[in-house]
Nanobody, 123 residues
Framework: QVQLVESGGGLVQAGGSLRLACLAS??????????MAWYRQAPGKQRELVAA???????QYADSVKGRFTISRDSGKNTVYLQMNSLNHEDTAVYYC???????????????WGQGTQVNVSS
């Protein structure tokens, strides 16, 4: 069973930066075959895809975070990161890590989810 644990959330001032991390366990030695993603859900809004990274390293970003957020993965540590720069109040949300085995591309639905980490950006 794949388990995902997020860390790195917190309170930051507008214009600041945070780096989220998601540690995956239960993937065995094939973490590199998993597509990974970060979603977020703000109060009263639907969960939305923020960034995703395929097993081959290709990335995808929401328009609202392009140029500010960077997703990366460290297969040696079974960890995916989300570097968030130039944060603004609209980035306030619970951020969730998601994963699914996918040898090509980024799946439209992810089977495995973390519990989420809260990010609050003060204006």
């Amino acid at each position: 069973q794949v388990q995902l644990v997020e860390s790195g959330g917190g309170l930051v001032q507008a214009g600041g930066s945070l780096r989220l991390a998601c540690l995956a366990s239960g993937t065995g030695s094939i973490f590199n075959l998993y597509a990974m993603a970060w979603y977020r859900q703000a109060p009263g809004k639907q969960r939305e895809l923020v960034a995703a990274i395929a097993s081959d390293g290709r990335t995808q970003y929401a328009d609202s975070v392009k140029g500010r957020f960077t997703i990366s993965r460290d297969s040696g540590k079974n960890t995916v990161y989300l570097q968030m720069n130039s944060l603004n109040h609209e980035d306030t949300a619970v951020y969730y890590c998601a994963a699914d085995r996918c040898s090509i591309g980024i799946p439209s639905v992810f089977r495995y989810w973390g519990q989420g980490t809260q990010v609050n950006v003060s204006s």
